[in-house]
Each structure stands twice: as structure tokens, then as C-alpha cells.
């Protein structure tokens, strides 16, 4: 069936780090792939998204590329920010409906 | 509103009793998720509705968890005869089609805690 892998959180970073956090997904076809990012306290948003191979998505200074050979869709930011501290959820959309993974905590620190 | 409201924000009910959570999508979206956060997991997808079609209630995980939608606006999901593992972040959204081209919207949540 369709699922989602996500790297294990909480990721430490000091500030001005760079970020990966890691995605791999199985689905049917080739799905447009998402990520939602929860700021705390606040509801589920979107960051990014890419709708077909080699796409990159890119947002605030995050990106993730559409890798269909790796099924892939890792999230990368050059120099993160305290203000990026957040839950992630990386979510491929299959047959009408978002898989989301288990979420990636990042945690920023000045 | 603007955005997506889901009440109550908190609930809190002992073992055996029924729950009703309400969503209110954004208007003129005319489809609508429902999510389940347990702790420490991912969303789980519950149901979808896209506007008068028969909604996808494959996520249901029992036949004690139903869900209705009136129209293309509010959506009441009910839980009878709760038990403890329906303890979640219940999560409601919305989009303008059902499509991966929309962005899904999504409310704040009722947090279910069930004694």
C-alpha cells in the first residue's frame, strides 16, 4: 500500500545549520508530493509542494526536489532559523487523499 | 472566518459515551478531509467528501466512527461508544476540489481525550 518514511525526529540544530530532513514514499503512479509544516500552537500548513519528476518545491528558504528514480522528497534549508522550530510531515497525494508520514520535530536553537 | 474552525477545541468524555465533532470548511471548498493525530504518530486519513459525490470512508477504523456533510458546508464527525485508543487530535480540512493541485487548508484541531 502507499506509505511514507520520515527520518526520526527531533533533529537539534544550532541556528545558521543546514537541514535535511529525509522522505522516501511508496504510491501508485507517480503522486504530487507535499510537505506541511505545524508551527507550535498553530494548525497544519503548507510549505511546499511538486507535482511531477525533478520538480523542486521551494519556500522560505526551504526546498525539496521529486526524485521518482530514489522516490524521494527530502526537505533541505541552507541556514535555518530559531523561527523554523516545527513539527514537518512529508505527504505524497494518492488517489485523493494525502499519506502523511509520522513528522520530523525540528529543534532550532540560537 | 477565514480559515478552517473545528469545535469543541477540547473534549474530554469517559469510556462508553458518544462524541460529535463539528468542522467548518472554508467557504466554496467543496472537499473535505478528516484526519486523526494520535500521539507521537502521523495524520491517519478517517473520510473525504467531495461535494455530492458518496464520500471515501475507507480510514473509518470502525463502524462506531461515522461522519456527515451537509452540502459543501459544515461536517459533524461522530464517535459512539468511545474507548480509550479513540484518545487523538481529531483534524479537519478543506480544499477548492478535490485535486493535488489544492492546497489542503486544515483547522486546529479537537483534541479527544476519552477517561
New interface residues.
Partial sequence: GNS?TQMEGPVTLSEEAFLTINCTYTATGY??LFW?VQYPG?????LL?A?KADDKGSNKGFEATYRKETTSFHLEKGSVQVSDSAVY?CAP?NT????????TRLQVFP | GA??SQSPSNKVTEKGKDVELRCDPISGHTAL?W?RQRL??????LI?F?GNSAP?KS?LPSDRFSAERTGESVSTLTIQRTQQEDSAVY?C?SSFA?V??Y???????TRLTVL
Fill in positions: 511514507v503522486p504530487s506541511y498553530e494548525g497544519l500548513q503548507l509542494k507535482t510531515f497525494y485523493d487523499k494525502l499519506i502523511f508520514g509520522t513528522g | 480559515g478552517v478531509y484526519y507521537g504518530q502521523g495524520l491517519e486519513f473525504y467531495q471515501d480510514g483534524l480540512a478535490g493535488s493541485m492546497e489542503q487548508f486544515f483547522g486546529p484541531g
